[in-house]
């Protein structure tokens, strides 16, 4: 038994707003299709993203309904789920579209019953579990699997539950496990490291291969008593998903490898994989003054090839033209991000008033006491301020404020008033001052919350 597992193609996808980096998408699919023809493969797994939407344009249709008529002339069934990208709500997709051109059977849950040479379906609940059959000599086996579900889906249906495999079977997924991408930090795009919506524990067992799709990193690893594989994308879907990372550390550019896009061929459930040549992402970092920047990256110009697409990050001190590195590093796309933050030099701070400048000693000892945002010493406080340490609060600096013209204005017209009071007109009746009570303090000792809401 031979077999071909692709995922997250990405039909479509005019990556960075360039209408060819799509064709270079169709493109590295259509090379995956023949690669896989070339090696007589018995069947193909497309393990979702088939599409970068739901709604792909009628060109990429074209072109997906020319590529997988490929195997259909060979007489090799292709078997697919749909991804979060290009997944619907909607009763019919793209993928019921090219099913019923006899391109390809979609497998999964869904609401009618199909059957045909490669399709069973089994009643469950108010839907059906649609699953290839594929058969060779008096080998068979069941190709199971659901398109992409959200993280609070599956808290309400277990996948066990629904997937109980009674033979040999594989079990398609775009899903990611949150213990594997744990595992690949710093493999996958930074964009993928929360995408998890199951645990190694929520994966049915029983299934000889599983067949994974939705993480861009090629991974390979053991369950249960069967392979665990993602497939990874067929292009690079960021420069953190980089062919080369270029880092300055003070003397030199210390280069790291990322990982191939491809696809696998799996032969007797062993996977091998299969490289595509695709147009390489270099990521670059420096940090370093405008001279030696220019210098280095003039340097490293002649190791990156004119094809490559480029992201540059750029960090010092003090800002500096960075129209030059264009030039610099002739290649077909190139990003340059900035970051100019100057140091602080170390020291202490001049001229910055004192506290006590500001505050009596009993004040500052009750801040001290209430720095925590949860303090015990609430009586110690209430002694503080009822007791003795009340001295005349200290004088702020002086500050010059400037002349309000309204307010001499206002001087004016009250002189104007006060002429008209001498020259025996009425004046406006003065207002009596009410004056306060005086505020009964707490005895010592006394409950401060009690005293603030007003008990005796």
């Not at 079977?169 to 998890?196: C, N, T, W």
């Not at 029983?206 to 292009?235: C, M």
């Not at 002189?415 to 007109?425: F, I, L, N, S």
């Amino acid at each position: 038994m031979k077999f071909a597992h692709i995922a997250d193609a990405h039909l479509g996808f005019e990556q960075y707003r360039l209408p060819y980096r799509a064709e270079e998408f169709t493109s590295s699919f259509r090379e995956a299709i023949e690669k896989a023809v070339e090696e007589r493969v018995d069947f193909i797994l497309i393990a979702g993203d088939l599409f970068h939407q739901s709604r792909p344009s009628p060109e990429t249709i074209k072109e997906a309904i020319e590529i997988l008529n490929l195997p259909r002339e060979m007489g090799i069934p292709v078997f697919a789920i749909e991804g979060n990208h290009d997944r619907t709500q909607r009763r019919i997709s793209t993928y019921h579209l090219l099913e019923s051109l006899g391109l390809l059977h979609l497998v999964g849950l869904r609401e009618e019953k199909v059957e045909n040479e490669y399709i069973t379906s089994e009643r469950l609940g108010n839907k059906f579990l649609v699953k290839g059959i594929f058969e060779k000599g008096h080998q068979s086996i069941e190709i199971h699997g659901i398109k992409y579900m959200s993280a609070a889906w599956l808290e309400r249906n277990k996948l066990s539950d629904i997937f109980k495999p009674k033979g040999d079977a594989i079990l398609m997924l775009h899903q990611g496990i949150k213990e594997l991408i744990e595992r690949m930090v710093g493999l996958i795009p930074e964009s993928q490291r929360d995408y998890f919506e199951l645990k190694m524990e929520d994966l049915p067992k029983g299934y000889i291969y599983y067949a994974l799709g939705h993480i861009h990193k090629n991974f390979e690893t053991n369950y249960d008593t069967g392979k665990l594989v993602y497939s990874g994308s067929l292009q690079r879907w960021d420069f953190s998903d980089y062919e080369i990372r270029y880092r300055w550390d003070g003397r030199a550019f210390r280069a790291k490898a990322g990982s191939k896009k491809g696809f696998y061929i799996v032969e007797d459930f062993e996977p091998r994989f299969i490289p595509l040549e695709i147009r390489p992402f270099i990521d670059i970092k420096i940090e370093a003054d405008e001279e030696t920047a220019k210098k280095e990256i003039k340097r490293l110009g002649a190791k990156i090839p004119g094809e490559a697409f480029v992201r540059l990050d750029l960090k010092w001190e003090r800002p500096f033209d960075v129209s030059a590195f264009h030039e610099l590093l002739k290649v077909r796309y190139i990003y340059i991000r900035t970051r100019f933050e100057r140091k602080l030099k170390a020291g202490k701070p001049r001229n910055l008033p004192k506290p006590e400048e500001y505050f009596l000693p009993v004040e500052l000892k009750a801040i001290e006491l209430t720095r925590e945002k949860k303090f015990e010493a609430v009586d110690a406080v209430v002694e503080l301020f009822l007791g003795e340490g009340w001295e005349e609060r200290p004088k702020k600096r002086a500050v010059e404020k400037p002349k309000d013209s309204r307010k001499e204005k206002s001087e004016e017209r009250t002189g104007k008033v006060d002429r008209k009071v001498e020259e025996g007109q009425d004046a406006p009746p003065k207002k009596v001052e009410k004056k306060d009570k005086p505020v009964k303090k707490p005895k010592k000792g006394a409950d401060l919350l009690a005293w603030l809401g007003g008990e005796k």
